[in-house]
């Protein structure tokens, strides 16, 4: 037997930003650290990770995982460039020179990718692509890739000449069967608030619920939960989202605990999703890559209505476990159907709940293991 392997997953965004990608490292290195046992497992991000936070907001565990930093703290340097878009390119440059001059040291390296180009030192690597950047920088480096959608795969595919493997985010799956006693008058959309990119489109849902509420739309709530981002262009979108929903029975949570969300998951009887929406034509990494929070939803057997950009499509299937729309008044159209018919809210919730299995998070960690084992066996053996 050889000695233990040191197995690192990278991140520029790991400490700092808390969504699904980060969901995403954080359940494979739970994987790894299960499906490899004897071997040290580490998550390296550009700043310090909190890692009690991680745990609670992103129900992760990570025990016997180091977590690492090429930072010791955020400076004033770092924000100057978070806000500054001119200096965003320089920052990336610096990020990623970092994370490739500290993964010599790994015998095994998962690097996740997603705008910032990915280096690798190690003798076998794999990029965990959330969505391709446009050059092949550093992919050439890399024995595999494994991206998280068809959708996605697809542009891999176009992008960097290469295939991938698909495997689907986790999804945690509540114990027991759909809760129809659970469900209120509530819509749901979980999201992070902030602009450009893949944004969620809160405005949009802010404004279509509105309307719903001015046409007579009464005894429902619109929920939006999701963290803030604040610098750069993001600056000023969650004030213009606040500013449009105050005096309507919208409410905006944002950091909760996974325990809070999962309540409100339950809770929930039809589930909004708009990103994507008025994207199409425009850079493909703007339309949603998976939907994660959508197959959340739907694993709690909450009605999800949906706009189908991206990988969303590969989620939700049309009239059987969901609703798809195209323009805000098909939106509204849906969900007032919805809201008269509590049968129809039941039989389509309870088959969103058992499409949602395909997506549990032990399936996820059985497909990335089956991924993962012709690039960390061989090394067992060197």
């Known amino acids: 037997m050889g000695r233990p392997l040191l197995i690192g997953l990278t991140s520029p ?32 991000g550009a700043v310090p990770a909190d890692r009690e936070r991680y745990e609670a907001t992103l129900n992760l565990d990570l025990h016997g995982i180091q977590l690492v930093a090429n930072n010791r703290r955020v400076t004033p340097v770092h924000r100057l460039a978070n806000r500054l878009t001119p200096l ?3 920052r990336n440059r610096v990020l990623a020179s970092q994370a490739a001059r500290a993964t010599a040291r790994y015998d095994v390296h998962l690097a996740m990718a997603y705008r910032i180009p990915v280096h690798t030192r190690a003798q076998r ?19 595999r ?9 697809h542009w891999v595919r176009e992008l960097w000449g290469r295939d991938a493997a698909v495997v689907h985010p986790p999804v945690d799956l509540p114990a027991g069967g759909p809760e129809a006693a659970a469900k209120r008058p509530l819509i749901l959309s979980v999201g992070r608030f902030f602009e450009g990119g893949h944004s969620k489109r809160h405005e949009v849902m802010v404004e279509a619920f509105r309307g719903l509420c001015e046409d007579g739309l009464e005894g429902w709530q ?24 105050r005096g309507y029975p919208i409410r905006i949570h944002t950091d909760l605990s996974h325990q809070d969300l999962e309540h409100l998951y339950r809770s929930a009887s039809v589930y909004w999703h708009a990103a994507g929406f008025g ?5 493909p990494e703007a339309l949603e890559h998976f939907g994660l929070t959508v197959a959340e939803a739907m694993a709690h057997a909450t009605v999800p209505v949906v706009y189908p950009g991206g990988g969303v499509a590969e989620v939700v299937h049309d009239k059987e476990d969901g609703f798809h ?12 159907r919805l809201v008269a018919d509590a049968d ?31 690039l960390v066996e061989p090394a067992s053996g060197e």
Not at 25 to 39: I, K, M, Q, S
Not at 145 to 153: D, L, N, T
Not at 222 to 245: C, I, M, N, Q, T
């Open 13 to 44: 965004y790991f400490g700092a930003v808390f969504g699904g990608g980060e969901k995403y490292l954080g359940v494979t290195a739970e994987a790894v650290r299960d499906g490899f046992p004897g071997n040290v497992v580490e998550i390296a």
């Open 88 to 90: 965003r390119p320089l």
């Open 125 to 143: 690597a794999a990029i965990l692509c959330q969505f391709p950047y446009a050059s092949r920088e550093g992919v050439a480096e890399f024995e």
């Open 145 to 153: 890739v494994i991206c998280q959608s068809e959708y996605v795969r």
């Open 222 to 245: 619109l929920h939006l939960v999701g963290s803030v981002h604040e610098e750069g262009p993001h600056a000023g979108y969650f004030e213009r989202v606040k500013a449009r929903a």
């Open 279 to 283: 994207a199409e034509g425009g850079p």
């Open 325 to 336: 729309w195209r323009d805000p008044r098909e939106l509204a159209e849906v969900t007032l």
């Open 344 to 374: 129809l809210r039941r039989r389509v919730g309870a088959e969103a709940w058992r499409s949602a299995r395909r997506f549990g998070r032990a399936e996820f960690k059985r497909r990335m293991l089956e991924a993962l084992r012709p």
